[in-house]
């Protein structure tokens, strides 16, 4: 079976105030069919970019995005995707159902579908009792989960989430972790971008970890036999940043007798919030 997502290459850049700053140097991204693949990284590591590639709202420098066998570009596969961005953005004054069918319509869907469709995303995503207030009245956590509503209104294969807990409470973050085991157990694809090392760990069956535009390792959560991950190749300044991030996470390090880092990502956080690292 050909993968869902294929990333090859991936370089883009962006000038700021007459520079060009790397967001992603040449990565190399394999997603299968009906796992919960994780981007794993620090703010500004090119998590969202990456994304936003994937998704064709961006062109690449060089590189290429393939989602089922077609290109970014194309859209083609653009029914068979859900799309959470990181930055949420409704009609603020129209009601949660209103902004859900109005994205529906846009997708191509009418009469009963519409219906159909956003009472099965607001039932899922235990939004129903507030579907018909307006969105300014909506908490951050109502919000969220109208954000995973949107991207669930055509029940499609694979989602494609940028950090989709973030800023949540205990228990939104409980619903989001349900919901996420459900589309696994449904046979989805799920491309899941965060910063928090415990959400991968929970929800990821393999990750990539990016730091400053570059796949630093891939691996997969404790448990499954590889849950030690080395960094080589970083310059002096950024292995410094990599390190202020490993200690800030409570990341267990060490130096590697060959180079680089040798760090315990995905092992349990227990034992690095226990005993220290570094």
């Not at 129903?128 to 109502?142: E, F, L, Q």
């Not at 950090?163 to 459900?182: C, I, M, Q, S, V």
Request: charged content about 25%.
């Amino acid at each position: 079976m050909e993968p869902p997502v294929v990333i090859r290459g991936l370089r883009k850049s962006f000038r700021v105030r007459g520079r060009r700053i790397a967001a992603l140097r040449g990565i190399d991204v394999t997603v299968r069919a009906g796992e919960v693949f994780g981007l794993l990284g620090p703010n500004g590591s090119g998590k969202s970019t990456a994304l936003r590639l994937l998704m064709g709202l961006a062109r690449p420098d060089a590189g290429r995005c393939v989602l089922f066998g077609e290109a970014a570009a194309g859209r083609a596969y653009l029914r068979r995707v859900g799309y959470l961005p990181e930055r949420l953005s409704f009609f603020e004054q129209s009601t949660g159902a209103e902004n859900l069918r109005l994205l529906v319509r846009l997708g191509g869907l009418s009469g009963r579908e519409t219906g159909e469709a956003v009472e099965r995303a607001a039932v899922l995503t235990g939004i129903a009792d507030y579907a018909n207030r307006p969105v300014r009245t909506y908490s951050k956590g109502m919000r969220q989960r109208l954000g995973w509503a949107q991207a669930l209104l055509h029940d499609p294969e694979l989602l494609i989430l940028d950090e989709p807990a973030t800023g949540l409470d205990p228990l939104a973050k409980e619903a989001f972790h349900g919901l996420a085991a459900e589309w696994t157990a449904a046979g989805k694809t799920v491309v899941l971008c965060t910063h928090e090392l415990d959400e991968a760990e929970r929800l990821c069956g393999r990750v990539s970890v990016l730091f400053e535009g570059r796949v630093l390792s891939e691996g997969a959560p404790a448990g499954a036999g590889e849950a030690v991950f080395r960094f080589r190749g970083l310059g002096t300044s950024a292995e410094e940043r990599l390190i202020q991030w490993l200690r800030t996470e409570e990341i267990e390090w060490e130096r590697s007798a060959s180079g680089g880092l040798r760090a315990s990502v995905l092992e349990s956080l227990r034992t690095a919030r226990e005993g220290g690292g570094g």
